[in-house]
């Protein structure tokens, strides 16, 4: 299995809403991300876990928060967005090796912010 | 700084031609480096790698190319098809697990 998923596939919400996005992968990966990619641009880093903890936090707002329940799942938990959050959410994994590590990419939420 | 950018964000080719897609990065202390490839509505998929102690390493149609005196990166596809087609981004990995990607280069087939 070298497959990351993500649920759900698209979310629209309300700016007064809490909605919680959540990745998933079976591959024994031990680092997982959150990456933020708005349209023709590449993926912004905003997130890194490594063995359940929180290495890397981009300077990301507080209305994002993200969980690492165990080593396959990952959430990110949002709360009080606004329209200029709408992107597409995208999870990663990876081993955790010193310098090489390749990211598994899923297939991204589609969040729109209303 | 550090960064990792693209040349040029188009590049229409002829299908059956090669492509080549660049990329410039400034941080000479980088090691390693990705080639991934996005299609539209898809994450980024990964496509080759390789390490700053390599100059070239080729897999299935795909080339990459790494000078290192000019920081240079380039990704070369081979008899491009028109599933080609997509979005390409060179990233750094820069250790901690810290992936940094480039601004991405659209890669359209002609028949």
């Known amino acids: 299995d070298t497959e990351v998923t993500q649920t759900p596939k698209h979310l629209v919400m309300g700016m007064t809403n809490k909605k919680s996005l959540k990745c998933e992968q079976h591959m024994g990966h031990r680092a997982m991300y959150w990456y933020k990619q708005k349209a023709k641009k590449p993926p912004e880093l905003m997130f890194v876990y490594s063995y359940e903890k929180l290495s890397i936090n981009e300077s990301v707002p507080s209305r994002f928060s993200p969980e690492c329940p165990n080593s396959s799942l990952l959430n990110l938990h949002l709360h009080a967005l606004q329209p200029e959050d709408s992107a597409l959410y995208l999870c990663?994994?990876?081993?955790?090796?010193?310098?090489?590590?390749?990211?598994?990419f899923g297939q991204g939420t589609r969040l729109t912010v209303v | 700084g550090e960064s990792v950018g693209l040349h040029l964000p188009t590049l229409s080719v002829q299908e059956g031609d090669n492509s080549i897609i660049n990329c410039a990065y400034s941080n000479s202390a980088s090691d390693y480096f990705i080639w991934y490839k996005q299609e539209s509505g898809k994450g980024p998929q990964f496509i080759i790698d390789i390490r700053s102690n390599m100059d070239k390493r080729q897999g299935q149609r795909v080339t990459v190319l790494l000078n290192k005196t000019v920081k240079h990166l380039s990704l070369q596809i081979a008899a491009t098809q028109p599933g080609d087609s997509a979005v390409y981004f060179c990233?750094?990995?820069?250790?901690?697990?810290?992936?940094?990607f480039g601004q991405g280069t659209r890669l359209t087939i002609n028949p």
């Open positions: 990233a750094e990995n820069k250790g901690a697990q810290k992936l940094v």
């Open positions: 990663a994994s990876s081993q955790v090796l010193v310098g090489e590590t390749e990211a598994f």
